[in-house]
């Protein structure tokens, strides 16, 4: 009797303890699913639910119509074009020039290589905020305000494209130069090593940096606030903030139809490439 009690304990004690994890994870994760959740409900809820007390997560009228005024008063359809694309230049550019700059400070040696990398990571203690004034006065004076190129340019050249670069860069100090000298000896010239053998080797660096572009353009507010006037040329983060009624109160309801709205584009690039996004922020950590 007692080795039966003690079989039934063995085999019971890693379907508790499965249990109880997964118990703990849905606790964990139960603080980061719940705005979105708030998001989502809120965004079918009538102005007056929103801020009804006690609060309600499932809201007793479903107001459709939030989704359809959010495009009833702005052209919000072209905004989310204009932030995927504006994401997807970044992206690229991001890549492209961090790869080759990342390159030549890891594996090139020229005058002053170290302290025009240090140059370079001193951007980053630099708060955007204080270059956006200058910066604007620049753009002004060569007719790119109220366009998109600003905010196409100035991630690549700026914060971003300094934080990739720093990225690839340690990603290439970190592999051993015999491979470059093989294919060297092989008659590969530079750029025929930086094609065939440093880009190949560096897509899962890659993967990481392009996540942290387009992630950054997606949601950033504070350049398209100053460089945009249109709001057909507006990016999905100043679009939301300008659903206003005539006092300039926010619409609380239609802005989260907007947000809810915006997050599909995100989402489904995500389950698109959810294997290499993961293998590549992995691969990220690991370095």
């Known amino acids: 009797?007692?080795?039966?009690?003690?079989?039934?304990?063995?085999?019971f004690r890693p379907v508790a303890l499965r249990v109880l994890l997964y118990v703990l994870l849905v606790l964990a994760v139960a603080p980061l699913v719940f705005p979105f959740l708030w998001m989502a409900s809120s965004a079918l809820k009538p102005p007056a639910e929103i801020f009804s007390y006690p609060p309600r997560l499932i809201p007793q009228h479903v107001a459709w119509e939030n989704l359809s005024e959010v495009f009833r008063l702005q052209p919000f359809a072209r905004q989310i074009w204009n932030s995927v694309y504006i994401a997807a230049a970044v992206t690229a550019l991001t890549c492209a020039l961090s790869?080759?700059?990342?390159?030549?400070f890891a594996r090139l040696r020229?005058?002053?290589?170290?302290?025009?990398?240090?140059?370079?990571?001193?951007?980053?203690?630099?708060?955007?905020?204080?270059?956006?004034?200058?910066?604007?006065k620049m753009l002004r004076l060569a007719n790119l305000v109220d366009t998109h190129v600003p905010l196409i340019i100035l991630p690549v050249f700026g914060a971003t494209g300094v934080m990739a670069t720093f990225l690839i860069r340690q990603f290439f100090q970190s592999l051993p130069p015999e491979v470059e000298e093989a294919a060297q000896l092989d008659g590969l010239g530079r750029l025929g090593i930086i094609w065939h053998i440093a880009m190949p080797l560096a897509r899962p660096m890659l993967g990481a940096v392009a996540i942290i572009a387009?992630?950054?353009?997606?949601?950033?507010?504070?350049?398209?606030?100053?460089?945009?006037?249109r709001v057909e040329l507006f990016t999905v983060p100043v679009a939301i903030t300008a659903y206003t009624d005539a006092t300039g109160h926010p619409l609380w309801n239609v802005q989260m139809?907007?947000?809810?709205?915006?997050?599909?584009?995100?989402?489904l690039a995500y389950v698109l490439a959810r294997r290499q996004i993961t293998d590549s922020l992995a691969h990220a950590n690991s370095r």
Do not use: C, H, K
């Open 1 to 11: 009797m007692s080795d039966q009690t003690s079989g039934r304990a063995a085999r």
């Open 99 to 104: 790869l080759l700059s990342g390159y030549a």
């Open 110 to 136: 020229f005058p002053g290589r170290n302290l025009l990398f240090f140059l370079l990571l001193s951007a980053l203690m630099l708060p955007a905020e204080v270059t956006l004034i200058p910066l604007f």
């Open 214 to 229: 387009f992630l950054a353009s997606w949601n950033s507010y504070l350049e398209p606030l100053v460089f945009l006037n």
């Open 257 to 267: 139809a907007a947000t809810a709205i915006s997050t599909l584009p995100v989402l």
